[in-house]
């Protein structure tokens, strides 16, 4: 549990520090503009090009916007699972080498070497996407390579340093152990560090590409490549894919551990990959805490640059995407809470808090349902479809964001009041001041739920603007109420008895169907959001500076889309269960059955 | 049926509910008031207000 | 191995779970097609130049303008409040009648912000509506016109502007266009002004032998001209492919290949006379 506090903290510190940034960036309405006092693009300094359908080379048989489409979909998948992997791998390092405790080295050890078979494997993907677009869309690739040419060739160069970094960090493993360790953390935060860097890069051209910076208004580029990379949707989403990173990879490497549970021979390694199992999930949840307040920031921030792309997102075609999206995230929160649940079923004896489990699950089923029907009511979607048309605000975003922020946010307090009820049947308080600090602890929840719906129920009462701004004091609510009580649980957990075991390895297989539902719903969800983030731009490559003039520039249905989201996720489980079976194979079977029955901290 | 009443209220009478419980609405509303500050702290930091 | 199968087969399901919900449990809305310019012509009738700009308020202004959350303000009652607008001391415009009022909001959104609609933290100073010509929006002035007569009709007043294809009468109608060069003297000298013969096969004029052009053979199109849409005459069907070139591809040529802004270029003279030329019977 220590564990997880201090990847949960290390998280709260990068929200913290992302937050305290200027969040009321510097931007500008329009895209900069050139100094030179002429309007047009001069010979010398080219607007982007206007392309025809005759530019776009088509080959038979071969659909170029489905090409890139699933390429760059696999790179993210692969690229989000080893840039999150070693994030946690050396926090988990760093917990063990404090403590001593080797359980933790090995097990830090385990995810890398998972990670390592995907690494090839995102590089080919990445590869492959370079090449469509290259083939595919080669006057889009001119002129971002016009605008981006330095940046790529640093891309480039860093992989040599990300390889230098994970090769070091993984065979050097097992002989950098003892006095050597620090040096050994040392190269996996460069790791982490360089990986994040080229994460950074990469997530300008996207964003550049929905709110281009540093060209004017044809998109004649004056030069400045720093005033293109940091443009205004630039530091959310390097905050936002920096946590869904650490929960994504969670979830895989959870997976991971429930398909080896389930394939377990012995009783040592079910202990094994039990622990594991339930270390990955806390990771994943932990993670997915801060995520509505990097996504909201996010929108915000797509508001603030257009708001007619704002609106689109939220209010128009889109917004029924948002719906399935909050069918994910409650799919996940159930999952991920479920598996909690059944983790109480390790404990000795009666669990004194299991009782409680039925009303947290009511009320995440009651959110869940809030969540993800329009204006709180039931209704069928052919029903809302004879009331609405093509743009019709039925689901008009600013109607149903009171509900459904409240919804979340009482979502993310059940299921962290689970985790503090699964940490709690683990340890009987001794000491007086505890019970009070318990009823102390009960107030927050009481008061800061109660504050979250009140702000929820007086949201349908203020104007638009009024409602949105309404989400920060819910999640503020949310994050204080978390950081209160996990302080005050810390305090009790150190100076509280334990009670009985953990046996770990003693979990029913639908727990570890639970692992899978997080990993399937999880990557699901961001193909989906990809999508979302990639079509938003419609029939544009670069908002509003670059048309996008092929024979593929509509938007499919959602129902295509959804299919094709489904296609990659199977293929990317295809290619991952791949990377799973080779990362069988090795030397270190020998310590897995070295580990002993009794249970490790959680 | 009247017995069973008057057991009922006898027993809450005997099992009155603590102060415990009122010490920890105590708390709640000390909570709700902090809650409230950072309420109005957070949408006058976006630039809007809290009716 | 049944252990993977197990986990597969669940992974499977969920998987088409998820997508079946986005298939049955949400109304397959079939987004709107990437835009194309309208172009105006003064062949139009009020009725269908008021009905291009309806459709183009549909697909460029409807998804904020639509009176719904307070995302924009409404516009069926503009013929009333406008006058108010331009009285109001915060009025920062210069303009006089309904028509240019309309046209100002398109081009500088942020001379007037209604109140309650501005951007957040500008106190109503400044619009969060992007110019119309700029931008996702992109409308050509002729589009801008049709818009501001669509809301004209709307609205219940009289409309005051008209399609644009190069003649300017009266006031009100801003010549913000300038056409390149002069008037072409007769049909040829149109023909090669615009190229036509880069691309087409043309009566009277010289070609190459053996040449495979990227467009259809026009030099007995004065024979099937009239048979080619039902219900639209040679001389319409010409234009119509001149100045929508998209709209009727011949069997065999590929669209999207002519230039689909003769519109913009054309003097409507210069279009007479290609068409008379093309349907003269030789």
Partial sequence: ??????????????????????????????????????????????????????????????????????????????????????????????????????????????????????????????????????????????????????????????????????????????????????????????????????????????????????????????????????????????????????????????????????????????????????TANGIAIVALLPLPFAGYWMTKEIYAYSQQMGITLMGGVFAWLFIIQAVLIGTIFLAANFYLWCGMTRFDGANRTAHLVKYIAGVLVICFLVWFTPHTLVMTARELAAIGGAYHPVLGPLGVMSAKNTAVNIMILATFLTYQLFRRAMIRSVEPWMARATRFQVAVYVAAVANIVWLGIYGYYVPANVRIGLSVPQVMTTLIAIVVCVAIDEVIAARSERIGTVHWGRMPVRAQYALFTLAVAFTWLMGLMGYIRSSIRQHWHVYTVMRDASADAFTPTIGQAAAVVSACTLLFFALILFVFWLSGFGRDRGARTALAGAGATP | MRAAIRNRVEGLIRNRPSWKIFETLLYALGMGAIFYLVDVLSMRWQGLALH | MTGLFRVGSYSVGLIGLFTAFSYYGIPQLVPEPPPTEERMTDAMTTGEFVAAGARLYARACVLCHSGVGDRAPRLDAIATVWRERIGDARYRGSAKNLEEYLRESMLEPSAYVVQGFGKPGTGDGESPMPAATTGALALNPGEIDAVIAHLQSAAGAEVTVAPRAGLAAGAGRPQTEAFAGEKAPDAVAALQKFQCSACHLLPGLAVEEGAQLPGPDLREIWKTAANRVAGVNARDFLAESILFPNKVVAKDFEPGLMPEDYGDRMLVAELQMIVDYLTQER
């Fill in chain 1, 1 to 278: 549990m220590r564990a997880l506090a201090a990847v949960f903290l290390f998280v709260l510190a990068l929200v913290a520090f992302e937050g305290g940034c200027p969040v009321v960036p510097a931007y500008a309405a329009a895209p900069v503009t050139d100094t030179t006092p002429a309007d047009e693009p001069t010979a010398s300094r080219p607007g982007a090009p206007k392309l025809t359908v005759a530019d776009y080379p088509t080959y038979r048989g071969l659909n170029s916007r489905l090409t890139v489409w699933v390429a760059a979909q696999l790179h993210l998948f692969f690229a989000a699972f080893v840039l999150g992997v070693p994030i946690f791998v050396l926090v988990i390092e760093f917990i063990g080498w404090r403590n001593g405790d080797s359980r933790y080295d090995r097990m830090a050890h385990e995810f890398i070497k998972i990670s390592m078979g995907a690494f090839s494997l995102t590089a080919t993907s990445g590869g492959i996407l370079v090449f469509a677009l290259v083939v595919l869309y080669p006057g889009l690739f001119a002129y971002l390579t016009r605008v981006f040419g330095p940046i790529m060739m640093l891309y480039a160069l860093l992989f040599l340093a990300e390889t230098a970094c994970l090769y070091a960090y993984y065979y050097g493993w097992d002989s950098m152990q003892g006095r050597r360790k620090p040096g050994h953390m040392l190269i996996g935060l460069a790791l982490n560090v360089v990986g994040t860097v080229l994460m950074g890069l990469a997530n300008s051209w996207a964003t550049f590409m929905m709110a281009p910076s540093g060209v004017d208004a044809q998109g004649a580029f004056a030069g400045d490549v720093w005033a293109a990379v940091a443009g205004p949707l630039w530091t959310p989403l390097n905050l936002h894919r920096f946590l869904a990173n650490i929960a994504y990879g969670g979830a895989i490497v959870g997976a991971y551990a429930a398909y080896k549970f389930i394939a377990a021979g012995t009783p040592e390694e079910k202990v094994h990959y039990d622990w594991m199992g339930h």
